[in-house]
């Protein structure tokens, strides 16, 4: 951790510094969680050691509730499964996610210390846990877990005060960092990681976090001096400033002061009507527009985790056909609308329409997010591919290409999904040479590969909960 300094940052407390210089793309630290567990959501399906995902998992045959990939990720996991395998049979039952991660945090704590290595800058005790900050309804939830916790901790283990439990779950409440699959794509589950937890938040931040084979890392964004504070954001820039401070502040508990903010940078054209010519829409259309869209997107969701992707198109279709001639290309809604529609249509394999709203989606992102955003790099990428899957060769690549250089920023060369895409970066830039040469030929191949093995990077589009937007996880 030579990397970083931790130092007192005005108005936000601790905070972290860079030590030296860092340019775009460095990694400035990596870590190991304290300890990280499956969604209970996911318990079947997500190896429960390495976090992949696989068809075919094997359960544990003592407790029957953990998953793993084969014996060498079940020897693996099992110093950390052992206590807690024996507690879920005395038990009889699994407790929420919650107690099984702060329960696997407070054996490693009682059997290595509060420091459980050397790179570990801060102790759980010096974490806030802002229990006097939460809401009343967040309380009484706290109070059941608690209750929980006391009649699943083995009285076998080390007793722990009320005051220390308490802390445990109001540390990883408001510091829980999320666990991605193997190629990040889908949050699987939850983790604590210390030094993490020292970074501060800004919504236009000069760092990046990514889970790479297991560990966090921290990299840069762009050009950081030393003696920078280091930051990331805690929540989606897409929202709007009054939103990103609401949400800062009912579930991280501070009030965000960050130049975006007070300068509500980019909220005009969040919200704003389109331009053709020089003439603006008033603002009573946009307005009328907006809250249209606002109520189409609720039953779009609802048909979307129904499964109803057709009735999903159908809602997209009639409210993109309305508002998008009265909502500029940078408007959030809009953009919701032409991301959910380029998923869905991809997915019914329509890709040619799927290809149209990922070309606008990604035009509308690039207006508003920081150029090396992961958001814009995986929005890229998906819309690289869908031009692919719709023949169109030559913006595919370019899209591909686009994806690659920023999540080489904000992945590395090492991520499985930049692995992913160099192999899809290749293949494209293959095949446009041969789409130059002749067309024809081109065309017949691409049909014969697709029968074979189709290029493909999304999963069916289930839940509009399954992206990673936020950085920490957060109780539903």
């Known amino acids: 951790m030579e990397n970083v300094a931790i130092f007192d940052s005005p108005g936000k407390g601790r905070g972290l510094k860079a030590a030296k210089e860092f340019w775009a793309g460095d990694v400035i630290f990596s870590e190991a969680s304290l300890s990280a567990v499956v969604f209970d959501s996911h318990a079947e399906r997500i190896c429960h050691s390495c976090f992949r995902r696989q068809e075919k998992l094997q359960r544990c045959g003592q407790c029957k509730f953990a998953h793993y990939c084969d014996r060498t990720c079940q020897r693996a996991g099992w110093a950390e499964h052992k206590q807690e395998c024996s507690a879920i049979k005395a038990y009889g039952k699994v407790p929420n996610e919650n107690i099984r991660l702060v329960s696997r945090i407070m054996w490693r704590i009682d059997k290595e210390g509060s420091l459980v290595s050397d790179l570990q800058l801060t102790t759980l005790d010096e974490l806030e846990d802002h229990l006097n900050d939460m809401q009343e309804d967040d309380l009484k939830e706290l109070k059941v877990d608690i209750h929980n916790f006391l009649d699943y901790w083995p009285r ?55 889970l790479n084979h297991g560990r966090i890392e921290l990299r840069s964004l762009g050009k950081i001096a030393e003696g920078e504070e ?45 331009e053709v010519e020089g003439v603006k829409p008033s603002d009573e259309q946009v307005k009328e527009a907006t809250d249209y869209c606002f109520d189409m997107m609720e039953k779009m969701d609802k048909a979307r985790l129904n499964g109803d992707y057709h009735e999903v198109v159908k809602i997209c279709r009639q409210c993109i056909e309305k508002t998008e001639p009265i909502l500029a290309e940078t408007h959030i809604y809009q953009l919701r609308m032409w991301s959910t529609m380029s998923e869905v249509q991809a997915y019914l394999q329509y890709f040619e329409e799927a290809a149209d709203f990922a070309r606008k989606m990604v035009e509308g992102y690039k207006k508003l997010y920081h150029p090396n955003n992961a958001a814009l790099g995986m929005a890229a990428m998906r819309a690289g591919v869908t031009h692919w899957q719709a023949g169109l060769i030559e913006v595919g690549h370019g899209m591909i290409c686009k994806a690659y250089a920023i999540l080489m920023v904000t992945h590395g060369p090492t991520h499985p999904i930049t692995k992913d895409l160099e192999a899809m970066r290749m293949q494209t830039e293959m095949e446009l040479r041969m789409f130059k040469q002749n067309e024809y030929v081109y065309h017949s191949m691409r ?30």
């Open 156 to 210: 076998t283990s080390k007793q722990h005060t009320i005051d220390d439990i308490s802390h445990i779950f109001g540390v990883i409440n408001c510091n829980g960092f999320t666990v991605s699959d193997q190629r990040g794509l889908q949050a699987v589950g939850v983790g604590l990681f210390p030094n993490l937890c020292l970074v501060n938040h800004d919504c236009w931040p000069n760092c990046t976090v990514i």
């Open 230 to 274: 280091l930051t990331v954001a805690y929540v989606d820039y897409l929202n709007v400033s009054e939103e990103r401070q609401r949400l800062l502040k009912t579930q991280y508990f501070f009030d965000c002061t960050c130049e975006h903010c007070t300068n509500k940078t980019h909220d005009d054209i969040k919200m704003g009507g389109r």
């Open 447 to 476: 049909e014969a590969a697709l029968k074979n093995k189709p290029m493909t990077m999304l999963h069916e589009p289930k839940s509009v909960e399954e992206g990673i937007k936020n950085l920490f996880h957060r109780r539903k």
